[in-house]
T-cell receptor
Framework: DAGITQSPRHKVTETGTPVTLRCHQT?????MYWYRQDPGHGLRLIHY???????DKGEVSDGYSVSRSKTEDFLLTLESATSSQTSVYFC???????????FGPGTRLLVL | QKEVEQNSGPLSVPEGAIASLNCTYS??????FFWYRQYSGKSPELIMS????GDKEDGRFTAQLNKASQYVSLLIRDSQPSDSATYLC?????????????FGSGTQLTVLP
């Protein structure tokens, strides 16, 4: 998985609770991304980062925030989880915006 | 209209046959095109990238790009049961503030022994 880990790999939580997912890379790539994958929708970009403390919104950013305080770590936070955020979340990295994105193993999140 | 369209399938082919996966995109100035394979319960992994019109071959895989028709395809020759997976097409635009990789919904391929 190109030196990318995600934690936790599985999580069950309740509606209204905050949740933080972590992506860690050992490749020193500049770009990091958070996607969610749902049946019938494919992969949709939530947020991405183009450097430490530099982030931007993606297609489905509402209800999510991100932070990147170190090159190797990119955190995704659901401030108050809702059932519609039940999904599989993938982190990806790339050296530049034009280059191939490599994906982490994913986190399965269930919001009850 | 979705920006990247794929036939959702499922597509079934017999072992040894050629599997043809198709993808159309709406942004005329798209620059880069990627095919990912995703096994059930796993993360997407890159198979091919293509940037110029024409064919690009890598082993049993051939990517074909036609920018005038806004069409990219993936051919898998001598299909094997291990090729059974969902194939995702992804497109990166040339420029603009929202220069983000856009994925199709994927085509599920089953190779029958």
């Amino acid at each position: 998985d190109a030196g990318i880990t995600q934690s936790p790999r599985h999580k069950v939580t309740e509606t209204g609770t905050p949740v933080t997912l972590r992506c860690h890379q050992t490749e020193n790539h500049r770009y990091m991304y958070w996607y969610r994958q749902d049946p019938g929708h494919g992969l949709r970009l939530i947020h991405y980062s183009y450097g430490v403390k530099d982030t931007d919104k993606g297609e489905v950013s509402d209800g999510y925030s991100v932070s990147r305080s170190k090159t190797e770590d990119f955190l995704l936070t659901l401030e108050s989880a809702t059932s519609s955020q039940t999904s599989v979340y993938f982190c990806a990295i790339s050296e530049t915006q034009q280059e191939t994105q490599y994906f982490g193993p994913g986190t399965r999140l269930l919001v009850l | 209209q979705k920006e990247v369209e794929q036939n959702s399938g499922p597509l079934s082919v017999p072992e040894g046959a050629i599997a043809s996966l198709n993808c159309t995109y709406s942004d005329r100035v798209s620059q880069s095109f990627f095919w990912y394979r995703q096994y059930s319960g796993k993360s997407p992994e890159l198979i091919m990238s293509i940037y110029s019109n024409g064919d690009k071959e890598d082993g049993r895989f051939t990517a074909q790009l036609n920018k005038a028709s806004q069409y990219v395809s993936l051919l898998i020759r001598d299909s094997q049961p291990s090729d059974s997976a969902t194939y995702l097409c992804a497109v990166l635009p040339l420029s603009g503030s929202a220069r983000q990789l856009t994925f199709g919904s994927g085509t599920q391929l089953t190779v029958l022994p």
